[in-house]
């Protein structure tokens, strides 16, 4: 059975939730599910806007056909290819041969990699600033190289002021039958959701965020977008501001609060230990917005979702084979990779006869932009002990200074 939503007057929500999928890109872990928004305009021509997943390709297509309730489809808007958006044009194709693709050349070269046969008569390739006219709604596109893929574009009504954002401004979680995020409470229920999926998926492309920001603050007008369509998650039309305003603190890695993550490395508990008394001292310092995670069992995605909202994280590390925990090292990796920058560290470590994890994670920590690593840091043998109290003192003045300067 179809199970569309009204968006506009005649702008339809035509995606599909996935409770079924374990890892989004066979390596996040979701809890909640993912939805694959896409949507269909009724003007005197009708329009698609990108597909969904194959997973969900069955109630997508419903959906499609439904609002269409007859009429042709005449044209469709692709704006990114990744496959969890593109993987259903080739049923598009075969349901109504007659649609016109829009796209851009990138992503027509991206298409054919995937092995979609597009007849070249059928696609209409837009140059950067073009628009279409559909009767009543013009849209404008622009691109968006790098959020996520290099591909990208975001398509603009500039009628109604209806921004189609691809992945920009996309969240986990399913939707459930609800679509705008006024229609729940967004900073309890989904933000962390929403930072996980930007800071895991998009989180490399910083820069290409903020020129994607500023290209539609000169091109279009921030206060001229009224309503912002994603690909994934909630749909915006109230309060803009406040997802805006998030986004530019992530693609500029500003941190959003103070606040202290710790996360330690620890294989019999010991580590796991002087995290905790950290924590506490920290505590007793006035410095009470802190997270302790365990590195061994906490997926890397949350950590990272994590690292971008705190301004401050302590990471615990065991040595192992004379080098960093390897959970450690991948956390590590990933911060490199995600290009996370401007944070303050502290650094503590453990081993019982060669320590050398506070020395490496350092070295790793320098390879990334703007990170102030505090000179105090705590190298323990094995456990936690009386002699090492005030140098574990140190280090908590030390953060709890940082923190509330
Ligand atoms: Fe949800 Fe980059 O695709």
Redesign the pocket.
């Known amino acids: 059975m179809y199970n569309y939503r009204k968006v506009t007057d005649d702008l339809y929500w035509v995606g599909a939730n996935d409770h079924r999928l374990a890892l989004f890109e066979n390596i996040h872990p979701l809890y909640h599910g993912v939805s694959y928004n896409a949507y269909v305009l009724l003007d005197e021509k009708s329009v698609l806007f990108d597909t969904a997943d194959w997973s969900v390709s069955r109630e997508f297509l419903a959906n499609v056909k439904a609002v269409l309730n007859g009429r042709p489809l005449d044209y469709m808007v692709i704006n990114?290819v990744?496959p969890?958006?593109a993987a259903s044009i080739e049923e598009i194709l075969l349901r109504w041969p007659e649609v016109k693709i829009i796209t851009t050349p990138k992503a027509v070269t991206l298409l054919n990699q995937f092995g979609f046969d597009l007849d070249p008569n059928k696609v209409d390739e837009v140059k950067e600033g073009d628009s279409r006219c559909f009767g009543r709604h013009t849209i404008a596109f622009v691109y968006a190289p790098m959020v996520?893929?290099p591909e990208a574009m975001v398509s603009f009504d500039t009628t109604n002021g209806v921004l189609f954002s691809a992945?920009a401004f996309?969240s986990f979680r399913a939707l459930d039958g609800k679509l705008f995020a006024d229609e729940f409470d967004f900073d309890r229920e989904w933000i962390d959701d929403a930072r996980r999926y930007y800071t895991n998926?998009v989180g490399k492309y910083g820069p290409q965020v903020v020129a994607l920001l500023n290209k539609a603050a000169s091109v279009v007008g921030l206060d001229n977008i009224k309503m912002l369509c994603p690909?994934?998650g909630p749909v915006w039309r109230k309060d803009l501001g406040y997802i805006i305003d998030k986004y530019t603190h992530w693609a500029t890695y500003e941190p959003e609060e103070k606040g202290v993550m710790i996360v330690y490395a620890s294989m019999y508990g010991s580590t796991e230990n002087a995290a905790e008394v950290l924590a506490a001292k920290l505590a007793e310092r006035g410095v009470v917005n802190t997270r302790l995670y365990d590195v061994s069992s906490t997926h890397v995605s949350y950590l990272i979702s994590d690292l971008f909202k705190y301004s401050h994280m302590v990471l615990a590390s065991v040595t192992y084979n004379l080098g960093i925990f390897p959970p450690m090292h991948n956390f590590l990796a990933d911060m490199k990779a995600l290009n996370l920058q401007k944070r303050t560290v502290a650094l503590l470590e453990n081993g019982s006869w060669a320590p050398r994890s506070g020395a490496l994670m350092r070295e790793a920590l320098e390879e990334l932009k703007h990170i102030d690593i505090l000179d105090d840091g705590l190298s323990i043998a094995s456990s936690l002990r009386e002699q090492n109290i005030s140098e574990m003192d140190a280090l908590a003045d030390a953060i709890a200074a940082s923190v509330q300067k």
């Open positions: 990114h990744e969890d958006h996520h893929w992945d996309g998926i690909l994934h």
